[in-house]
């Protein structure tokens, strides 16, 4: 079974690079680009193909601040891997929880 690797924000910037340079260097896996626009998703997703990465890459639209958003992608994720994220979120409730419920 393959690793699986999140990214949030993944269609750009630090969260862009990163997964492009994991997807030629680290061991294969399944990476998958979430960000809000998912067209973008798919851009990046795309350029990754044409510089000639041949791991599976997934695009699906996640916006952090959405929990409907976050319980369909908690419900997919039934392998063991990898989650790193780096996109932002600043919860009204208690952070604690929060992190806890998604570490």
Avoid: W
Avoid at 46 to 61: A, N, P
Avoid at 73 to 87: E, K, M, N
Wanted: charged share 20%.
């Amino acid at each position: 079974m393959s690793d699986v690797v999140l990214l949030t924000g993944a269609n750009q910037g630090v969260e862009y690079a990163i997964l492009r340079v994991a997807s030629v260097r680290e061991p294969p896996a399944v990476y998958i680009f979430c960000s809000r626009d998912f067209e973008a998703g798919n851009k990046a997703k795309q350029e990754l193909q044409m510089e000639g990465v041949q791991e599976t890459i997934d695009s699906i639209r996640l916006d952090v601040t959405n929990d409907e958003q976050i319980l369909f992608l908690h419900t997919r994720s039934t392998q063991d891997g990898i989650y790193y994220s780096l996109a932002g979120i600043n919860p009204k409730d208690d952070a604690q929880a929060v992190c806890m419920g998604y570490a």
